[in-house]
């Protein structure tokens, strides 16, 4: 354990006598989150006002297709429309308290199975069910907007005295009139975010694009002390002591983790000092997404170095591999647009399961900060083991 603790200190002094990593490690993971403080456009601004609005569609007739259209089209509200299959009632309302508390909808609308039967029948009451939140003087207009609706398709079915078909013709009559509106999907699934999410996203983004060239720059450097430790035939000299490799690879670990966690409590501390964060996302979220990023480029960067050896040709590389990931991980640009090979490509970029997975938490997705911290750690074992395979290589050619 002496040995231990005498290499952990002797790279944490080394890390810190250098003014680029001081500056890597604690001032510009501050100074990141000043980008979620970027105003949104003026169309945006313009969205900020609208009721935010999801509908559970059971229904899945032309009927209720056309009341959600009809919705879309009334720039009072922005309408996301949940996609993933039929739920009941009480699971709607779990899916509703989630999304109150991790993004800016806090009004549900519920369209049961039985809503084109109700209006058929001739039923005028309970059609729909409304979940709120409560406090938003909106809600009562889009009470309003619906129960107009609502009292069209009473009308059609009066005049059609209950026969399915007339009154099918009526409502296509009336859908034919309308202008038809697109579901904006996250793609690989059924989530749906709005104007404001996507712009949201785009400034998490932009963070992760920073982050990504610090949190590799900062692994450089211990792979810098890797590196001259190998040049002055360190690991020669710990092969031949009771140290093992395992304990050598250990420290580098540690200390790959402890400025990882300094780097976590400066964006905390931005946060907190710059009033917030404006992309969706609690900052606990922020933080373990980036502090699990980290981890991965950390042991890329030691892989680096302990295959090529030299600190000029790693950092070339690091840099190739910051701009190539960032580009391909949609991170500047929409990923979704891009031939499908591209897609395919970018599910191997650490950052592109940050982007999903932050959109998975915008849109109230299950469990989706677990899957990627899943996936990270995957990475992480994969790389430590080609480290050590490494290590273990350069101590028998020194």
Excluded: H
């Amino acid at each position: 354990m002496t040995g231990f603790f005498t290499m952990f200190k002797y790279n944490l002094k080394l890390i810190m006598r250098n003014r680029a990593a001081v500056i890597l490690v604690f001032l510009i993971p501050l100074l990141s989150t000043l980008i979620f403080k970027i105003p949104f456009s003026d169309e945006s601004n313009d969205d900020e006002i609208k009721l935010n609005v999801m509908i559970f569609d059971n229904s899945k007739t032309d009927m209720s297709k056309m009341l959600v259209s009809s919705l879309k089209e009334n720039k009072c509200f922005y309408v996301d429309v949940y996609d993933q299959g039929k739920i009941t009632m009480d699971d709607a309302k779990k899916i509703s308290e989630e999304k109150v508390n991790r993004s800016i909808t806090n009004t549900f609308i519920y369209i049961p199975d039985s809503f084109y039967d109700d209006v058929i029948s001739g039923k005028d009451k309970k059609l729909i069910k409304f979940l709120t939140r409560g406090g938003d003087d909106r809600f009562d207009m889009l009470k309003e907007s619906v129960n107009i609706s609502l009292g069209s398709y009473s009308m059609f079915a009066k005049l059609s005295r209950g026969n399915r078909s007339e009154f099918d013709k009526l409502i296509k009559k009336l859908s034919d009139n309308k202008t038809k509106c697109k579901v904006k999907s996250i793609p690989g699934g059924n989530a749906v975010l709005s104007s404001i999410q996507e712009e949201q996203n785009e400034n998490f983004g932009y963070f992760l694009a920073i982050m990504t060239i610090t949190l590799m720059l900062s692994s450089n450097f211990i792979a810098s002390i890797f590196i001259e430790e190998k040049d002055n035939r360190v690991l020669k000299r710990i092969g031949l002591t009771k140290c093992s490799m395992v304990c050598y690879a250990s420290v580098k670990m540690i200390i790959a983790l402890t400025v990882l966690g300094i780097q976590s409590i400066m964006i905390a501390v931005g946060i907190k000092m710059f009033g917030g964060s404006d992309v969706g996302l609690s900052s606990v979220d922020i933080i373990v997404i980036i502090f699990f990023m980290g981890i991965v480029f950390s042991m890329l960067s030691i892989v680096f170095a302990s295959i090529f050896g030299e600190l000029y040709t790693v950092n070339y590389i690091v840099f190739f591999i910051a701009t190539i990931s960032t580009l391909l991980s949609g991170l500047y640009f929409p990923i979704d647009k891009t031939p499908m090979w591209m897609q395919k490509v970018a599910l191997i970029m650490p950052q592109r399961w940050a982007i999903l997975s932050a959109q998975g938490i915008m849109t109230g997705t299950y469990n989706v900060l677990y899957i990627f911290m899943i996936i990270m750690i995957s990475y992480t074992v994969l790389l430590m083991c080609l480290s050590l395979f490494s290590l273990k290589n350069k101590i028998i050619e020194s």
